[in-house]
Protein backbone atom coordinates (compact mmCIF):
# COMPACT_ATOMS: atom_id res chain seq x y z
CA UNK A 1 0.00 0.00 0.00
CA UNK A 2 2.88 2.63 0.98
CA UNK A 3 4.37 1.94 -2.63
CA UNK A 4 1.26 2.67 -4.02
CA UNK A 5 0.12 5.59 -2.20
CA UNK A 6 3.91 6.92 -2.64
CA UNK A 7 3.23 7.89 -6.27
CA UNK A 8 0.80 10.26 -5.06
CA UNK A 9 2.09 13.69 -5.19
CA UNK A 10 2.95 15.85 -3.35
CA UNK A 11 3.65 14.70 0.14
CA UNK A 12 2.96 16.31 3.29
CA UNK A 13 4.54 14.91 6.43
CA UNK A 14 2.01 15.79 9.24
CA UNK A 15 2.44 16.07 13.21
CA UNK A 16 -0.07 14.83 15.39
CA UNK A 17 -0.71 14.90 19.04
CA UNK A 18 -2.37 12.84 21.65
CA UNK A 19 -2.32 15.86 24.49
CA UNK A 20 -3.89 14.42 28.10
CA UNK A 21 -4.40 16.81 30.81
CA UNK A 22 -3.94 15.20 34.38
CA UNK A 23 -8.12 13.79 34.17
CA UNK A 24 -6.37 11.63 31.30
CA UNK A 25 -8.53 13.50 28.78
CA UNK A 26 -7.80 13.64 25.23
CA UNK A 27 -7.82 17.57 23.58
CA UNK A 28 -9.96 17.43 19.90
CA UNK A 29 -10.32 20.14 17.52
CA UNK A 30 -13.28 20.07 15.30
CA UNK A 31 -13.24 21.38 12.01
CA UNK A 32 -13.51 20.98 8.07
CA UNK A 33 -10.85 20.97 5.02
CA UNK A 34 -10.95 23.90 3.03
CA UNK A 35 -12.25 21.52 0.20
CA UNK A 36 -15.63 20.76 2.38
CA UNK A 37 -16.72 23.87 3.96
CA UNK A 38 -19.82 22.97 4.07
CA UNK A 39 -19.54 19.23 5.42
CA UNK A 40 -20.51 18.22 8.76
CA UNK A 41 -17.00 18.66 10.71
CA UNK A 42 -14.85 16.11 11.83
CA UNK A 43 -12.93 15.76 15.29
CA UNK A 44 -9.10 15.32 15.10
CA UNK A 45 -6.27 15.51 17.39
CA UNK A 46 -4.28 18.75 17.45
CA UNK A 47 -0.91 18.80 15.33
CA UNK A 48 -0.48 19.97 11.38
CA UNK A 49 2.22 20.35 8.79
CA UNK A 50 6.07 19.71 9.70
CA UNK A 51 7.85 22.70 8.17
CA UNK A 52 10.70 22.93 6.14
CA UNK A 53 14.14 22.52 8.57
CA UNK A 54 11.93 21.13 11.30
CA UNK A 55 11.53 17.39 12.51
CA UNK A 56 8.87 15.67 13.14
CA UNK A 57 9.21 16.74 17.39
CA UNK A 58 9.55 19.86 16.42
CA UNK A 59 6.23 20.53 14.92
CA UNK A 60 4.55 18.80 17.37
CA UNK A 61 5.88 20.86 20.14
CA UNK A 62 4.77 23.87 17.96
CA UNK A 63 1.92 22.78 16.80
CA UNK A 64 0.63 22.26 20.65
CA UNK A 65 1.33 25.94 21.06
CA UNK A 66 -0.08 27.46 18.18
CA UNK A 67 -3.18 25.49 18.49
CA UNK A 68 -3.81 25.49 22.17
CA UNK A 69 -2.12 28.34 23.31
CA UNK A 70 -0.50 26.06 26.43
CA UNK A 71 2.93 26.13 26.93
CA UNK A 72 3.63 23.96 29.50
CA UNK A 73 3.90 20.56 28.48
CA UNK A 74 5.84 17.15 27.90
CA UNK A 75 6.09 15.80 24.49
CA UNK A 76 6.38 11.83 24.75
CA UNK A 77 7.26 9.64 21.87
CA UNK A 78 5.92 8.73 18.81
CA UNK A 79 3.35 5.76 19.37
CA UNK A 80 1.37 5.61 15.69
CA UNK A 81 2.09 6.15 12.11
CA UNK A 82 -0.39 6.54 9.58
CA UNK A 83 -0.56 7.55 5.83
CA UNK A 84 -3.50 8.07 3.53
CA UNK A 85 -4.37 10.45 0.59
CA UNK A 86 -6.63 13.99 1.27
CA UNK A 87 -7.53 16.42 -0.88
CA UNK A 88 -5.88 19.60 0.11
CA UNK A 89 -6.98 21.15 -2.17
CA UNK A 90 -5.50 18.58 -4.55
CA UNK A 91 -4.43 14.85 -3.69
CA UNK A 92 -1.83 14.81 -0.94
CA UNK A 93 0.19 11.96 0.40
CA UNK A 94 -0.19 12.70 4.42
CA UNK A 95 2.75 11.19 6.33
CA UNK A 96 1.38 11.23 9.70
CA UNK A 97 3.15 10.49 13.45
CA UNK A 98 0.96 10.51 16.60
CA UNK A 99 3.03 11.79 19.53
CA UNK A 100 1.81 11.27 23.34
CA UNK A 101 2.53 14.60 25.02
CA UNK A 102 1.14 15.82 28.75
CA UNK A 103 -0.06 18.91 30.28
CA UNK A 104 -1.36 20.10 33.41
CA UNK A 105 -5.20 21.04 31.65
CA UNK A 106 -6.05 24.94 30.80
CA UNK A 107 -8.99 26.18 28.22
CA UNK A 108 -7.19 25.93 25.30
CA UNK A 109 -6.64 29.51 23.78
CA UNK A 110 -7.25 30.54 19.66
CA UNK A 111 -4.87 33.35 19.54
CA UNK A 112 -2.15 31.47 17.36
CA UNK A 113 -4.51 30.83 15.26
CA UNK A 114 -4.20 31.53 11.65
CA UNK A 115 -7.07 33.02 9.35
CA UNK A 116 -7.86 29.85 8.17
CA UNK A 117 -7.83 27.81 11.02
CA UNK A 118 -10.28 30.20 12.62
CA UNK A 119 -12.36 30.13 9.36
CA UNK A 120 -12.18 26.25 9.12
CA UNK A 121 -11.93 24.98 13.09
CA UNK A 122 -15.09 25.49 14.44
CA UNK A 123 -14.48 23.49 18.42
CA UNK A 124 -11.35 22.80 20.31
CA UNK A 125 -12.61 20.81 23.64
CA UNK A 126 -11.32 18.05 26.09
CA UNK A 127 -12.97 14.81 25.75
CA UNK A 128 -13.13 12.08 28.11
CA UNK A 129 -13.05 8.56 27.20
CA UNK A 130 -16.55 7.86 28.28
CA UNK A 131 -17.93 10.86 26.10
CA UNK A 132 -15.67 9.51 22.89
CA UNK A 133 -17.03 5.85 23.29
CA UNK A 134 -20.72 7.79 23.45
CA UNK A 135 -20.39 10.27 20.53
CA UNK A 136 -21.84 9.36 16.97
CA UNK A 137 -19.62 12.53 15.48
CA UNK A 138 -16.60 11.86 13.25
CA UNK A 139 -13.96 11.10 14.63
CA UNK A 140 -10.07 10.63 13.33
CA UNK A 141 -7.88 8.21 13.09
CA UNK A 142 -10.77 5.81 12.93
CA UNK A 143 -11.12 3.48 16.49
CA UNK A 144 -9.20 6.72 18.18
CA UNK A 145 -11.51 6.09 21.41
CA UNK A 146 -10.47 1.90 21.83
CA UNK A 147 -7.05 2.66 21.70
CA UNK A 148 -6.81 5.42 24.27
CA UNK A 149 -6.95 3.01 27.27
CA UNK A 150 -3.53 1.40 27.12
CA UNK A 151 -2.12 4.79 25.80
CA UNK A 152 -3.57 6.36 29.29
CA UNK A 153 -1.98 3.25 31.10
CA UNK A 154 1.59 4.21 29.98
CA UNK A 155 1.33 1.11 28.07
CA UNK A 156 3.05 2.53 25.02
CA UNK A 157 4.39 0.98 21.75
CA UNK A 158 8.06 0.39 22.19
CA UNK A 159 7.93 0.80 17.83
CA UNK A 160 5.56 3.27 16.76
CA UNK A 161 2.56 1.00 15.55
CA UNK A 162 0.80 1.59 11.85
CA UNK A 163 -2.97 2.48 12.20
CA UNK A 164 -5.50 2.10 9.60
CA UNK A 165 -6.01 5.43 7.03
CA UNK A 166 -9.89 4.64 7.04
Not at 125 to 146: F, I, K, Q, Y
Amino acid sequence: MTEKLSRIQPERPTARVLLFDVQHRVLLMKGRLPSARDRPGIWFTIGGGVEPGETYEDAAAREIREETGIDDFVLGPVIWVREGVMLLPEPTLLKEQYFVAHCEGADPRRDGWQPNEHDLIDDIRWWTHAELLATTDRVVPPGLASRLPPIVGGQLPETPEQIPWK
